[in-house]
């Protein structure tokens, strides 16, 4: 009576809570250990060091820092300017290198790996690209700190795979690799 086409499973066991099937298995498990928090911070800082000396190069050269005193109207469009250079460079990195293999320069020093929730694989191109736009998009052009804060304390106390926004959008985790 449960045969489908589209291989719907069959209702969960009697007593066996609401949305409980017979394939309860944990997605992490056979996976790496979840990443420690505060290595994730500092492969965090470690990545943000490195696109932000790109960051300042190119606004310079693009005319977008200028070193003087007082403020203009000039300066909110060079910072509008310097944001999307940002944003753009900031999504792009970590696209290229969760694509590549899961680890930014930052995650390889600190032993970290993003991975697929569902299977432990190295996300695609795609997923990587959402992830980084709900990590940078907002973070660039809203309120950093506050943006900061909250993916901060979501990773810190997430259960039970210590996501943030960003990770529960792309629907993966950061675990470790040594």
Not at 151 to 175: C, R, S
């Given at each position: 009576?449960?045969?489908?086409?589209?291989?719907?499973?069959?209702?969960?066991?009697?007593?066996?809570?609401?949305?409980?099937?017979?394939?309860?298995?944990?997605?992490?498990?056979?996976?790496?250990?979840?990443?420690?928090?505060?290595?994730?911070?500092?492969?965090?800082?470690?990545?943000?060091?490195?696109?932000?000396?790109?960051?300042?190069?190119?606004?310079?050269?693009?005319?977008?820092?200028?070193?003087?005193?007082?403020?203009?109207?000039?300066?909110?469009?060079?910072?509008?300017?310097?944001?999307?250079?940002?944003?753009?460079?900031?999504?792009?990195?970590?696209?290229?290198?969760?694509?590549?293999?899961?680890?930014?320069?930052?995650?390889?020093?600190?032993?970290?790996?993003?991975?697929?929730?569902?299977?432990?694989?190295?996300?695609?191109?795609?997923?990587?690209?959402?992830?980084a736009a709900v990590l940078w998009i907002?973070?660039a052009f809203c309120c950093a700190c506050?943006?900061?804060?909250?993916?901060?304390?979501?990773?810190?106390?997430?259960?039970?795979?210590?996501?943030?926004?960003?990770?529960?959008?792309?629907?993966?985790?950061?675990?470790?690799t040594g």
């Open positions: 009576p449960y045969d489908s086409p589209y291989g719907r499973e069959p209702p969960p066991t009697a007593g066996a809570p609401f949305g409980a099937g017979p394939y309860g298995t944990d997605p992490l498990a056979g996976m790496p250990p979840l990443a420690d928090s505060g290595k994730r911070v500092v492969a965090r800082v470690i990545d943000m060091v490195i696109v932000l000396a790109v960051v300042l190069l190119l606004s310079w050269a693009f005319g977008l820092i200028r070193f003087t005193a007082g403020a203009d109207d000039a300066a909110y469009g060079d910072s509008l300017g310097t944001s999307a250079i940002a944003v753009v460079l900031f999504m792009a990195y970590d696209t290229y290198f969760t694509t590549r293999n899961g680890q930014t320069p930052g995650k390889q020093l600190m032993k970290l790996r993003t991975a697929n929730l569902d299977d432990g694989s190295t996300p695609t191109w795609q997923t990587s690209l959402l992830r907002p973070f506050v943006w900061t804060a909250i993916l901060g304390v979501l990773i810190l106390f997430d259960k039970p795979y210590k996501q943030g926004l960003h990770d529960k959008a792309a629907k993966t985790v950061v675990v470790s």
